[in-house]
């Protein structure tokens, strides 16, 4: 698509849930990035992936939390037994550059996932 | 740790008038972008400033990056009823020459022009 996409827009859940979020980033951009959007902590990195592998997940807040991507393109943010804490707005963005280029901090971000637990 | 200090958080102005939002930090940056952002959308890249000193202009929209690059303003002219959104900078930092989208925001300003 023109865009990038997540899914679903909104998710409802209860405590101690599994939730899985979806990202579908631009065709053909190789790096992929979660972001979390809180009224506390503002906007944070969470994990970047370059083609399948994820160089730098080091904003995961805790090992509840875990990402994958396949074929170069699709991301799933998995948030296992979900915390009221982990409410939030869960951002992908996608950009076009390997690391290291002048585009690489050119980023598209989808409209987001908005999480609410319960 | 907050390292983006962004202020005003919130700002409330009639059409016509101007505005700055600052960015500021004790570190340095190799660069700093500016971000727009709709309720329901995610943020949207207004401009990227690489150069200390740099000023770039987007219409009515003039952005500056600091000599030391740790710090960056926005101004808005003439500030129109389109121009509501949240504001937000996010510095850049290259970690051994590499470059990537790894952002550090700042808590954002929320803008709210009245006809």
């Known amino acids: 698509g023109a865009g990038v996409s997540q899914s679903p827009s909104n998710k409802v859940t209860e405590k101690g849930k599994d939730v899985e979020l979806r990202c579908d980033p631009i065709?053909?951009?190789?790096?992929l990035y979660w972001y979390r959007q809180s009224l506390g902590q503002g906007l944070e990195f969470l994990i970047y992936?370059?083609?399948?592998?994820?160089?730098?997940k080091s904003g995961l807040p805790s090992d509840r939390f875990s990402a994958e991507r396949t074929g170069g393109s699709v991301s799933t943010l998995t948030i296992q037994r979900t915390q009221q804490e982990d409410s939030a707005v869960y951002l992908c963005?996608?950009?076009?550059?390997?690391?290291?280029?002048?585009?690489?901090?050119?980023?598209?971000f989808g409209a987001g996932s908005r999480l609410t637990v319960l | 740790t907050q390292l983006l200090e962004q202020s005003p958080q919130f700002l409330s102005i009639q059409e016509g008038e101007n505005l700055t939002v600052y960015c500021n930090s004790s570190?340095?940056?190799?660069?700093l972008q500016w971000y727009r952002q709709e309720p329901g959308e995610g943020p949207v890249l207004l401009v990227t400033?690489?150069?200390?000193?740099e000023v770039k202009k987007l219409k009515r929209l003039t952005f500056q990056f600091g000599d030391a690059r740790k710090d960056s303003s926005l101004h808005i002219t003439a500030a129109q009823p389109g121009d509501t959104g949240l504001y937000l900078c996010?510095?850049?930092?290259?970690?051994?020459?590499?470059?990537?989208?790894?952002?550090?925001f700042g808590q954002g300003t929320i803008l709210t022009v009245h006809p």
């Open positions: 963005a996608s950009s076009p550059n390997l690391s290291g280029s002048s585009g690489a901090n050119v980023l598209t």
């Open positions: 065709s053909g951009h190789t790096a």
């Open positions: 992936f370059q083609g399948n592998s994820a160089p730098d």
């Open positions: 570190s340095v940056f190799s660069s």
């Open positions: 400033v690489v150069t200390g000193g």
């Open positions: 996010a510095g850049v930092r290259n970690a051994g020459g590499t470059s990537y989208g790894k952002l550090t």
